[in-house]
């Protein structure tokens, strides 16, 4: 079989692979990160070799037909397990995994290196989408079932890795090349391997069912800590969604620490950490160490800049089915101009000017911050220019501006009501040297007064931006790391 990495025409095609069979789970973050970019060192096919023996194998392309076309770049799918029984019981109780592992997928994500191997998409797709799966035999009783509604993660415990490979293929139009898989004890090991990696957050995070205890900040999180991180879904309401979002701002950290710490570029420290992380890590069959070698010879400039996260634009994020339960509709529209943009080739998000300042990251999405805007100041039409200035960076600016009740002020001003603090914290951040005012009773509308020392609208975005149905968010990695 001839190896992807190694065709000289950017266009070609892989054939189709075959493998064994095999568990999944949603912190495929670890197995992304791991296999494909810890390859990048192209440190020679003898040394790879020995690392690829490690890997493990699913059955995920067996018998597989009518699949969607080729596109340029090489896609994987990347699934996790819940394995957690080459943990120790001390590890277990510290970071909350007790009880019995379900073996059950829990996200998966879609993962896209273009043809050029400058640029890496990941798109996540959550767990309780609506998925039909394609006719198939069912894993347990072996009888012939017919095409029907499920949720997306229910399509491995029908029917292993391939099933699950049909259903994404059927629900994006996307072809898959490489099928990996991850279990928990994998990813701490390799979270460990590297060192630990550094994690920022504008609020504490708390979550009783995982143990998560993050403070304002950056964090250096270890292996379980990182576990923690990205499995913890009550932290608000947000839930799978939100954990989503933490999950993609912990791979874009991990591949910074990975590219930034000198592994990829020291042979022995490569294999260390490559032995580490595969040996629980499993791929299908035509992933090989041809594979690993040419991606790393690829790959060796790759920076956070050169990925991009995004999940898949939602309609309706809690709709009933029958038999089913409650599931999230894709977006009719905007997830196939999505997925088409996988298929072309295409960036999925806005690559800033590198010389341009990034985005503070705020507490509150700024479309939920309703602002007046007051002109403080001689300069005509400033009130006006700012309050453009901040609907640009996503505020909800509400009410013409006028001219400031509080006359002429030499400090800008942010009067806001007492029970709105954070969302006035939130907007300070888009106005440097502001003062931030109480008043009490003023209700959710912030009022800005614009004064003399006003020089600028910085741009900001929310931490975990709220989900619109059929908006697609998507961010660079530089974005989600620590500045």
């Given at each position: 079989?001839?190896?992807?990495?190694?065709?000289p025409?950017p266009?070609?095609r892989?054939?189709?692979?075959?493998?064994?069979?095999?568990?999944?789970?949603?912190?495929?973050?670890?197995?992304?990160?791991?296999?494909?970019?810890l390859?990048?060192?192209?440190?020679?096919?003898?040394?790879?070799?020995?690392?690829?023996?490690?890997?493990?194998?699913?059955?995920?392309f067996?018998?597989?037909?009518?699949?969607?076309?080729?596109?340029?770049?090489?896609n994987?799918?990347?699934?996790?397990?819940d394995?957690?029984?080459?943990?120790?019981?001390?590890?277990?109780?510290?970071?909350?995994?007790?009880?019995?592992?379900?073996?059950?997928t829990?996200t998966?994500?879609?993962?896209h290196l273009?043809?050029?191997?400058?640029?890496?998409?990941?798109?996540?797709l959550?767990r309780?989408?609506?998925?039909?799966?394609?006719a198939?035999t069912?894993?347990?009783?072996?009888?012939?079932?017919p095409?029907?509604?499920?949720?997306?993660?229910?399509?491995y415990?029908?029917?292993?890795?391939?099933?699950?490979?049909?259903?994404?293929?059927h629900?994006?139009?996307?072809?898959i090349?490489?099928?990996?898989?991850?279990?928990?004890?994998?990813?701490?090991?390799?979270?460990?391997?590297?060192?630990?990696?550094?994690?920022?957050t504008v609020r504490?995070?708390?979550d009783?069912?995982t143990?998560?205890?993050?403070?304002?900040g950056?964090?250096?999180?270890?292996?379980?800590?990182?576990?923690?991180?990205?499995?913890?879904?009550?932290?608000?309401?947000?839930?799978?969604l939100?954990?989503?979002?933490?999950?993609?701002?912990?791979?874009a950290a991990?591949i910074?620490?990975?590219?930034?710490?000198?592994?990829?570029?020291?042979?022995?420290?490569?294999?260390?950490?490559?032995?580490?992380?595969?040996?629980?890590?499993?791929?299908?069959?035509?992933?090989?160490?041809?594979?690993?070698?040419?991606?790393?010879?690829?790959?060796?400039?790759?920076?956070?800049?050169?990925?991009?996260?995004?999940?898949?634009?939602?309609?309706?994020?809690a709709?009933?089915?029958?038999?089913?339960?409650?599931?999230?509709?894709?977006?009719?529209?905007?997830?196939?101009?999505l997925?088409?943009?996988?298929?072309?080739?295409?960036?999925?998000?806005?690559?800033h000017?590198?010389k341009?300042?990034?985005?503070?990251?705020?507490?509150?999405?700024?479309?939920?911050?309703?602002?007046?805007?007051?002109?403080?100041?001689?300069r005509?039409?400033?009130?006006a220019?700012v309050?453009?200035?901040?609907?640009?960076?996503?505020f909800a600016?509400?009410?013409p501006p006028?001219?400031?009740?509080l006359g002429?002020?030499?400090?800008?001003?942010?009067?806001y009501?007492?029970?709105?603090?954070r969302s006035a914290?939130?907007?300070?951040?888009?106005?440097?040297?502001?003062?931030?005012?109480p008043?009490?009773?003023?209700?959710?509308?912030?009022?800005?007064?614009?004064?003399?020392?006003?020089t600028?609208?910085k741009?900001?975005?929310?931490?975990?931006?709220?989900?619109?149905?059929?908006?697609?968010?998507?961010?660079?990695?530089?974005?989600?790391?620590?500045?």
């Open positions: 079989m001839t190896a992807p990495f190694r065709s025409d266009a070609a892989p054939e189709t692979h075959r493998g064994a069979s095999g568990r999944r789970w949603g912190l495929r973050i670890g197995a992304v990160a791991s296999v494909v970019l390859a990048a060192s192209g440190v020679g096919h003898a040394m790879v070799t020995g690392v690829e023996s490690g890997i493990g194998r699913v059955d995920a067996k018998g597989m037909s009518d699949r969607p076309g080729g596109g340029d770049g090489l994987f799918l990347v699934v996790g397990t394995g957690r029984d080459k943990l120790t019981g001390e590890e277990k109780r510290r970071y909350h995994l007790g009880g019995a592992p379900c073996h059950c829990d998966l994500m879609l993962v273009s043809a050029d191997r400058d640029r890496a998409s990941v798109v996540s959550p309780d989408s609506y998925a039909e799966v394609p198939h069912d894993a347990v009783t072996g009888r012939l079932r095409q029907h509604a499920i949720k997306l993660n229910a399509a415990a029908e029917g292993g890795p391939n099933l699950t490979v049909r259903t994404v293929e629900m994006t139009g996307v072809h090349d490489h099928y990996l898989e991850v279990d928990f004890t994998s990813f701490m090991r390799s979270v460990d391997a590297v060192g630990g990696v550094e994690i920022c504490p995070l708390r009783s069912y143990g998560l205890r993050l403070p304002v950056k964090s250096q999180l270890n292996g379980g800590q990182a576990l923690q991180y990205v499995r913890s879904r009550h932290i608000d309401g947000s839930a799978d939100g954990r989503m979002q933490r999950q993609q701002r912990f791979l991990l910074h620490k990975i590219t930034s710490s000198g592994v990829l570029m020291n042979p022995i420290r490569f294999k260390d950490v490559a032995d580490t992380m595969l040996k629980s890590v499993r791929a299908d069959s035509g992933f090989g160490a041809n594979d690993l070698v040419d991606l790393g010879q690829a790959m060796r400039g790759f920076t956070p800049s050169s990925s991009e996260f995004t999940s898949v634009p939602l309609g309706n994020l709709q009933p089915v029958p038999g089913v339960g409650s599931t999230v509709r894709w977006d009719p529209v905007a997830a196939p101009r997925f088409r943009a996988i298929r072309e080739d295409r960036p999925i998000a806005v690559h000017d590198r341009e300042p990034r985005a503070t990251v705020v507490d509150v999405p700024p479309g939920q911050i309703q602002v007046q805007v007051d002109n403080g100041t001689d005509a039409g400033l009130g220019a309050a453009q200035q901040l609907g640009a960076t996503g600016t509400v009410g006028g001219n400031s009740a002429r002020v030499d400090r800008t001003v942010i009067a009501d007492p029970r709105w603090d914290r939130s907007l300070a951040a888009a106005l440097p040297g502001a003062e931030l005012r008043v009490a009773g003023q209700g959710p509308a912030m009022r800005v007064t614009v004064g003399r020392n006003h600028t609208v741009r900001v975005r929310a931490e975990e931006p709220e989900p619109k149905p059929g908006a697609l968010s998507a961010i660079t990695g530089d974005e989600a790391v620590c500045p």
